[in-house]
């Protein structure tokens, strides 16, 4: 059985900086895609960022280079840095992963979802 768990959500200024971290079992990262979702009170869920275990990558058009992923193949572990956060980034961060990148980009219904992590900008 496929377990997200997050961590590192929390309150920050705008302009601040977090990293959120999802730790996976049940799966290997390495041979799947994970990545971050988010969603806003009141709006519909939306990417932030996947990649697989090939190194390729996809960003939310909105992260305009704010955001980075990365993951820790030994720690079976993804990140998502997150600079220069703006009000408009609150919202409950999601880990998600899928068989593929593109499972994980347009499948949610075929992904394994974490528990999600509060992320809060104030201005």
């Known amino acids: 059985q496929v377990q997200l768990v997050e961590f590192g959500g929390g309150l920050v200024q705008a302009g601040g900086s977090l990293r959120l971290s999802c730790v996976a079992s049940?799966?290997?990262?390495?041979?799947?895609?994970m990545g971050w979702y988010r969603q806003a009170s009141g709006k519909q869920r939306e990417l932030v960022a996947g990649m697989d275990g090939f190194g390729n990558s996809k960003y939310g058009d909105y992260v305009n280079g704010r955001f980075t992923i990365s993951g820790d193949n030994g720690k079976n572990t993804i990140y998502l840095q997150m600079n220069s956060l703006k009000p408009e980034d609150t919202a409950v961060y999601y880990c998600?992963?899928?068989?593929?990148?593109?499972?994980?980009?347009?499948?949610?219904?075929?992904?394994?979802w974490g528990q999600g992590t509060q992320v809060t900008v104030s201005s």
């Open positions: 998600a992963a899928g068989a593929t990148l593109g499972i994980l980009l347009s499948r949610p219904d075929r992904c394994s």
């Open positions: 049940g799966i290997i990262f390495s041979d799947n895609a």
